[in-house]
């Protein structure tokens, strides 16, 4: 009986995360950021053509298992899919073809029962970005390679599990799991890092892995509110140090936050409960529950943070949310 499964990582250019002279191309309509993906896995054929995401690593594998439930083969089937660079100034567009890297496929490893794949699929973007770098060549004209390492573990009765064991540190990654459905995210964009460093072999083709943050994806109720906080609340934009305290447990507030970019610890009563990311709602109980804070809140990595006051939320909608994050709480030993 053979076995097939399939873990998918995304990557795109999230709204802001361009900075310093780069951001200008971004600024003046010629370059675009991507709006962010859909929740279910589509054809990436159709994503390519649309423009949608910069890099895609397609880990599909298998696993042949005789009548005795005994593994007697394996091999890898799917491999990197990378999309070109539109840009353009009025009227005017030209189209950069990326640079694909050649896929790494680690030999399996085989256990009792299972066997693990890993690959790393990515490249860079055919435009130039010529820039000064803090290690030789010193100078570097090629844009920075971007990637994804994903972890594929197929076992003997069926069932399978996923890592992201590594990524570069731009642009965002999406995973999607082998139900095709949005399962996880990188927790950290850091533009400044991966431009001046992600070259030569500073790179899983060069022998050096970047470890990445991994965060449970956001409901769909706090993405819905999301879209209102943003497009209707006129948030400001707060940025936030690594150990930086976002909130303190018992404060009084009136502030709802939509977290942008990084990682941030949710701390009651000095103690470590939860981790949320990208796309993450907080605030909501203090709103809905006596405008105190319930939480204290730290950022774990550097963070950037919406902040919405004042904006009209549907009370209902907030109370679900809350729900949720209630129920993650309690499922934590």
Wanted: hydrophobic share 40%; with cysteine; glycine share 12%.
């Amino acid at each position: 009986m053979k076995l097939e499964a399939c873990v998918v990582a995304v990557s795109w250019i999230p709204s802001e995360a361009v900075k310093g002279a780069m951001r200008a191309p971004f600024e003046l309509g010629i370059a675009h950021y991507d709006e962010p993906l859909p929740d279910v896995l589509g054809d990436l054929d159709d994503w390519k053509a649309r423009d949608l995401f910069r890099v895609a690593n397609v880990l599909r594998a298998w696993i042949e298992v005789d009548e005795s439930g005994a593994i007697v083969g394996h091999g890898y089937l799917g491999g990197g899919v990378i999309g070109a660079t539109t840009m353009g100034l009025g009227s005017a567009t030209a189209t950069f073809r990326a640079v694909p890297y050649p896929d790494l496929q680690a030999e399996p490893d085989v256990g009792d029962g299972w066997v693990r794949f890993t690959q790393t699929a990515g490249g860079r973007t055919g435009v130039p970005a010529p820039r000064r770098v803090a290690k030789p060549p010193f100078v570097q004209y090629h844009a920075p390679t971007a990637w994804s390492t994903l972890a594929l573990t197929i076992k003997a009765d069926g069932t399978h599990d996923w890592d992201l064991v590594g990524a570069s540190p731009f642009p965002r990654h999406w995973i999607y799991g082998p139900d095709g459905k949005l399962a996880a995210k990188s927790g950290l964009v850091d533009f400044k890092d991966w431009y001046h460093h992600a070259f030569g072999e500073s790179s899983p083709w060069g022998g050096e892995e970047s470890p990445a943050l991994v965060t449970a994806v956001e409901s769909a109720m706090e993405r819905q509110l999301s879209r209102v906080i943003m497009g209707e609340g006129k948030p400001k934009i707060r940025k936030l140090k690594a150990g930086a305290a976002l909130t303190q447990q018992g404060e009084e507030a009136d502030a709802i936050y939509l977290l942008l970019d990084g990682v941030i610890q949710v701390q009651v009563d000095g103690e470590e409960i939860a981790a949320l990311g990208p796309g993450a709602l907080i605030g909501e109980r203090a709103v809905l529950e006596g405008g105190r804070r319930t939480a204290t809140l730290v950022a774990v990595s550097p963070c950037k943070v919406a902040e919405a006051r004042k904006v009209e939320l549907d009370l209902a909608a907030l109370a679900e949310v809350s729900a949720g994050h209630r129920r993650e709480e309690q499922d934590l030993p």
